[in-house]
């Protein structure tokens, strides 16, 4: 990590210095991810465990997969799983992973690949290392963020996106303390390549020590700094945060992110998620994989499942290796 780099970060755009009369988000608290095992038993850390869900409204999960460092024979997945209700985003920053859903959809995502999917009405799925990567070993990072969809897309036919790390586009600050990746949204005039339904904004920044990046955010927008590695400060009175931490923004104009000047010789500088949405403010029901706006709407998911009719293992799927995919 950091998953894309650029030789020289002065030839990139720049994010616009704000206004006079722009408006610094406050934080509104900073919470510590806890540790737990996901799929087969890979490590991960639980982004948004304790922190209430219209404070991350549209967003709904998201957990840190790794940073770990796998001997030979140990990398993990999932096993065939369903989805209904809303979309996955998996962004690989080390390592590799592989992707099959039941509607067709699958690749490969490594180093700074994304891969979104689109559950909507249903599908099965499963995600996993290849099998060159079980058999060698090796380091492993990402994250997979769940992102809702309002009532009015939950029914939509299930879609792919395969998203290479050469479509992010790329901007740094007006100092070039920054490296900036939108892989959703946009910033400064400039789009990501993610497809979205529900409005939102996601982006990966490396923030070098001592730099201060202030993004540009929408008004009508929640705002989440989640830090993948290093240390430094968020929001307009520089509250202290740390690897695995996030930080939930009140309302503004701007998010602020600054780098510690004294970073770990393993973490050289800030790297951090930013997210953030326009909120759905609909009712959520959620169980397990299905995420709906009733109870009772979950529970037809559940038998749906049960008799076939969120699809079926393809027959061309092979248990060990061989076919991609990508992570959801």
């Known amino acids: 990590m950091p998953a894309v780099t650029v030789a020289d970060v002065t030839v990139l ?5 704000p206004g006079p009369t722009d408006l610094d988000r406050g934080v509104r608290s900073i919470t510590t991810a806890p540790r737990g095992y996901e799929g087969e038993g890979f490590p991960v850390r639980r982004a948004f465990q304790g922190v209430e869900l219209r404070d991350l409204d549209p967003f709904l999960h998201m957990d840190q997969m790794g940073e770990v460092e ?32 039941s509607h067709g959809g699958g690749g490969s995502i490594t180093n700074g690949d994304t891969q979104w999917m689109t559950a909507g009405s249903g599908l099965l799925h499963i995600e996993k290392p290849p099998e060159a990567l079980v ?11 769940w992102v809702n969809l309002p009532k009015a897309d939950k029914w939509l036919q299930p879609k792919y996106q395969d998203l290479r790390a050469a479509e992010a586009a790329l901007l740094t600050t007006p100092d070039g303390g920054a490296l900036i990746r939108v892989i959703a949204g946009s910033l400064a005039g400039l789009e990501g390549p993610g497809s979205t339904y529900t409005p939102m904004a996601m982006m990966h920044a490396t923030v070098s020590p001592g ?6 955010w929408r008004r009508d927008f929640n705002a989440l700094v989640y830090v993948l590695s290093g240390a430094g400060t968020v929001g307009r009175d520089d509250r202290p945060i740390r690897e ?5 923004f ?17 973490t050289p500088a800030l790297d951090v998620v930013v997210l953030g949405g326009r909120p759905i403010r609909e009712p959520v029901a959620w169980g397990g994989p299905f995420v709906m706006n009733t109870r009772e709407e979950v529970m037809t998911a559940f038998e749906d499942y049960q008799k076939g009719r969120l699809g079926v293992i393809p027959a061309t799927y092979v248990p060990h290796g061989g076919l991609g995919g990508s992570t959801s």
């Open 211 to 216: 730099a201060r990046m202030r993004l540009p």
């Open 250 to 266: 009140g309302p503004g104009d701007l998010i602020t992110v600054a780098g510690n000047v004294g970073q770990d010789s393993r």
């Open 244 to 248: 695995g931490q996030l930080a939930v």
């Open 135 to 145: 058999a060698s070993g090796g380091l492993f990072h990402g994250l997979q963020l």
């Open 70 to 101: 796998y001997a030979p024979g140990e990398p993990k997945g999932t096993a065939w799983h369903p989805h209904r209700g809303f979309e996955t985003v998996t962004y690989i920053l080390d390592g590799e992973f592989e992707h099959q859903d």
């Open 13 to 17: 755009p720049r994010v616009p210095e």
